[in-house]
Structure formats: structure tokens, C-alpha cells
């Protein structure tokens, strides 16, 4: 008996809060819709406002007539009257819903949200609910559309063919192989659109470690000569001369071309897949390693010498880069400013040809 004294008192309780709750909503949801009704006609009286004044505006310019002014006055004030009195009817109809529906579940919609007030037992509390089986949600009914987030980033990689750019000679004369030097590149970027509302302009940046490969012909390879680099020719026949530079470079690029967008009532989204892209833009960093390779044979040994100097390469590392194509696979183009070797007699400048990709 006692317990069931206990029960029936826990649930009255319960009850109560129930009420209480459901009363507290409905009161702030009535409140709401009060304090619409007042900027309803706020706004319907600036609106009016502007109006008078752009047709006083053209009075003045003698656009129009003094008859047609009151005219189009009248025409502007009895159109925004009648807004307030339809717009407030609306808001009214929505007080009188919400309070001749008390005590039940009731739906709401007061032009920009939506409330809904449940309540009874079970155990139905999930991610909107309260203790005890109340819910009340209030979920936005027209929320503005979500665009795409403006930075992404890609794994970038390239390869492709190498070589040197010499002060005062033709590419033709180049002392270095054309398809044997070959250069590697290994990065990561980030993608961020530069507006808001648009991508059809990116702003990429990230970092990179470059290899630089210089092969050089006539069985030559790299010798330091003070403060100078030289090709002089090996005593034995060479299977393989290789100088290899290692920089560690921050590319920046600005990227251009269309992209996909899809659309829907809640957000929008970009793609550049299948789109022609465009980048160009420069580099700057500092070299991290020099080393050459020297493969030959002597007294029938088979011989590899790998020399880790400096040889006297530019320690600081900038140049201009640019690439185009479809997707992720670019044809890809870098040219160093900066000269391979420091206080060379002969300045020379890398160049790389070759193809990228933005996985």
C-alpha cells in the first residue's frame, strides 16, 4: 500500500513537470511569434519609406509627374498596408493554433523555425530528446545553404626529364644527358578557394622535396676545382655519372579553370574532377644534400662510389613553376632561378619537364 502511495505521489510529480515544461515552451513560442508581429511592421514602413523616396527622386529628375508621384505613393502605401495586415493575420492565426492545441502534440511553423512539443512516457530520448520522455526540438526550417569548405588537400607527385640551362649556350650544346637525367618530386599541398561563392580561382601552397638528377655525357663527371665545379673526363670508361640534388621547396601557385558544382537545397559542393585546371606561381627553399654517384670497372672489380659534398650547388633554392591539365594528371614545368653552382664562370639553371599528380 505503501509503495503504491509512493507511485501514485512520483507520478503526479512527474506529471506536473510534464505540464510545466509543455506550458514554458508553448509560452516562449507564443512570445516569439508577438515580437515578429512588431518587426513585420517595421519592416513594411522602411520598405514604404525607401520607396517614397525613390519616387521622390524621380520627381525631382522630372522623370515623372507630380500626379503620377501620388499616384504611385498611394499605390506603394496601400501595398505595404495591406502586407501588414496579411502578414500579422498569418502570425495571429499561428498564436491562435498554439493555444487552442495546449496539452497536445502540436507542430509549429513560425516562418523561419520549427518547434514541435511531445510529451509522454516511454523511452524514446535520443539525440532531441529531454529526461522522462519529453522532447522538444526547434530545428531551423530554412537554414542558408552550406557551401563546399574552401581548403582541401592532395598528395602531389611528379616526374619527368631534367637538365641545365647555360649561360651563353644553345639547349642543343647541353653537356648533360636529355633522357638520362631525370628529376622526382614529392609534396603535399593545400587547395583553398579564394571566394566565397566561387572556384573557379585556388590558391595552392604546401611543400615539397625535390631530386634533381644531372647526367653528364662523354664518360665526364663533377670535379671541385676550388670555389669552382667542373666536368673533367674519368680515367676508366663509366657505367654510370649521376649528381643528384635534394631540396626541400615550398611551392605557392595560383590555379584557374571550372569546376562541377552540385546543388541542392542544403549545400553546395565542388568538383574538379574531368576539369582543365591551370597553375602557376613560383617556389622557395634551400638545398638539403648533394651528392654524386660513379659506377665503373676496375683490375675486373665492379666499383661504386657514391660522394656526399656540397659541390658548391646553391644553398638557397627559387624558381617559377607551372602546370595544366585534366583532373590529376598535369604537364608539369619548373625552372630554377637561382644558379646550380655558386660563383660558377658559367652560370647554369635547372630546368624540369615532366608530369604531375595531385592524388
Known amino acids: 500500500m505503501k509503495n503504491n502511495v509512493i507511485i501514485s505521489v512520483f507520478l503526479v510529480l512527474l506529471g506536473t513537470l510534464f505540464v510545466q515544461a509543455q506550458e514554458e515552451q508553448i509560452h516562449k513560442e507564443i512570445e516569439k511569434l508577438k515580437v515578429l508581429k512588431t518587426e513585420i511592421t517595421q519592416q513594411e514602413k522602411q520598405a514604404l519609406k525607401e520607396e ?9 529628375a522630372k522623370l515623372i509627374t507630380k500626379k503620377e508621384a501620388d499616384e504611385l505613393k ?14 500579422i493575420a498569418i502570425i495571429e492565426n499561428k498564436i491562435a493554433l498554439i493555444e487552442r492545441n495546449k496539452g497536445n502534440v502540436l507542430e509549429v511553423d513560425s516562418l523561419n523555425y520549427k518547434t514541435q512539443v511531445q510529451i509522454g512516457f516511454g523511452n524514446e530520448d535520443g539525440d532531441n530528446g529531454n529526461l522522462f520522455g519529453i522532447r522538444i526540438n526547434n530545428n531551423p526550417r530554412r537554414s542558408k545553404i552550406k557551401y ?13 626529364f631534367n637538365n641545365a640551362i647555360i649561360e651563353g649556350e644553345s639547349f642543343a650544346d647541353t653537356p648533360y644527358k636529355i633522357a638520362g637525367s631525370r628529376f622526382f618530386e614529392m609534396g603535399w599541398q593545400w587547395r583553398t578557394r579564394v571566394f566565397k561563392h566561387s572556384n573557379w580561382l585556388r590558391f595552392n601552397y604546401g611543400f615539397s622535396f625535390q631530386f634533381n638528377g644531372l647526367k653528364p655525357e662523354n664518360n665526364q663527371f663533377f670535379v671541385m676545382n676550388e670555389n669552382q665545379t667542373e666536368l673533367q673526363e674519368f680515367d676508366v670508361e663509366l657505367d654510370k655519372s649521376k649528381l643528384r ?17 552540385y546543388k541542392t537545397e542544403e549545400k553546395i559542393r565542388y568538383s574538379l574532377q ?20 660513379l659506377k665503373y670497372q676496375m683490375d675486373g672489380d665492379k666499383i661504386k662510389d657514391k660522394l656526399k ?25 619548373k625552372y630554377d632561378l637561382n644558379p646550380i653552382f655558386k660563383d660558377a664562370a658559367v652560370e647554369q639553371r635547372n630546368i624540369s619537364v615532366g608530369l604531375r599528380f595531385d592524388l
Open 309 to 333: 659534398r656540397d659541390y658548391n650547388t646553391s644553398n638557397l633554392i627559387y624558381g617559377l613553376s607551372a602546370y595544366a591539365g585534366v583532373d590529376g594528371m598535369l604537364l608539369y614545368v
Open 148 to 160: 563546399d569548405r574552401r581548403t582541401y588537400s592532395d598528395f602531389v607527385m611528379a616526374i619527368g
Open 74 to 87: 498611394g499605390e506603394a502605401a496601400k501595398k505595404r498596408a495591406l502586407n501588414i495586415e496579411n502578414r
Open 245 to 261: 640534388m635534394d631540396n626541400l621547396v615550398f611551392p605557392i601557385h595560383f590555379e584557374v579553370g571550372p569546376s562541377k558544382t
Open 52 to 60: 517614397v523616396e525613390a519616387i521622390n527622386a524621380k520627381l525631382e
Open 274 to 293: 574531368d576539369q582543365f585546371r591551370l597553375g602557376f606561381g613560383g617556389y622557395g627553399g634551400f638545398n638539403i644534400g648533394t651528392r654524386q654517384k
